[in-house]
């Protein structure tokens, strides 16, 4: 008789930057949708997350990407990775070099190189059941709707975003055959920590939280992409508009809209 690996059946999603925020949301969904989830962070407080497994972990270090996606291996298929984890900063092009570099190291160490470590990691993994990986954006790679898309002192974050559309774009067409979609959501302003923190009081203008987008919205979008089987696509979230997938664009708009 023909043994049955029960892990072969479970489905397992790694989530980045999970201690907070969206990353929150998306491993609380994914645990909605019965996956088991393993989250991670470099803020200790990802171990109060009520899922199946959390590490301390920096996505921009080789060795702790490993130990991330070797516990996921041991839990089941990975079937999703949420490149969630991202850094922001002020980043004026009139910096001095030494803190330019610095800012560089910091920005894309997590933005760009963890994306590329943990995605690399993951993949080999994925390819055996098929699967989705997304990638967290943002709305400034795409056509500006309101004031304030792409400002001046963020050039290296911005750079980071943009450089991501060519991950989604590549990983899209290469995967596509082992049954994998790869997309980037692109989302405005969402009540995370990340935007609290930019103002002094840590609260909201009043005027902006009536309208803000909410991490959960973000995360129920995630997984209605999913559902859809669309792949490489950029997936706008806008403030004041419904947080939808929205029709298919065509195959010239589908990364930068």
């Not at 709707?145 to 559309?165: E, F, I, Q, V």
């Not at 992409?225 to 947080?243: K, Q």
């Not at 997938?245 to 589908?254: A, C, M, N, T, V």
Request: with cysteine; charged share 20%; aromatic share 6%.
């Amino acid at each position: 008789m023909t043994s049955i690996n029960p892990k072969a059946s479970t489905r397992v999603a790694i989530v980045s930057g999970a201690a907070q925020g969206l990353g929150r949301a998306f491993s609380l969904r994914l645990m909605e949708a019965n996956y088991c989830v393993v989250a991670f962070d470099i803020d200790e407080s990802v171990m109060d997350l009520p899922v199946t497994a959390k590490l301390i972990a920096d996505q921009s270090q080789r060795l702790d990407v490993q130990a991330v996606v070797k516990t996921a291996s041991q839990l089941g298929q990975i079937g999703v990775l949420v490149n969630n984890a991202g850094k922001w900063k002020s980043t004026p092009v009139t910096s001095d070099w030494q803190t330019s570099l610095d800012d560089w190291d910091e920005i894309m160490g997590t933005n760009l190189l963890g994306v590329m470590l943990l995605s690399r990691a993951a993949i080999p993994h994925m390819k055996l059941c098929g699967g989705h990986i997304i990638n967290i954006s943002s709305y400034y790679v795409l056509p500006a709707k309101s004031d304030g898309t792409n400002p001046p002192d963020t050039d290296l974050y911005s750079a980071s975003k943009w450089a991501l559309n060519g991950f989604t774009d590549a990983w899209a067409k290469r995967l596509e055959a082992f049954g994998i979609t790869v997309n980037g959501l692109c989302m405005g302003a969402v009540d995370t920590p990340m935007l609290r923190n930019l103002f002094p009081s840590g609260d909201l203008p009043v005027d902006l939280l009536e309208k803000v987008l909410q991490p959960k919205a973000i995360a129920d979008q995630m997984m209605d992409l999913m559902l859809s089987g669309r792949t490489g696509e950029n997936i706008g979230a806008f403030v004041g508009e419904p947080v939808t997938i929205g029709e298919q664009p065509p195959l010239h708009k589908r990364i930068t809209g």
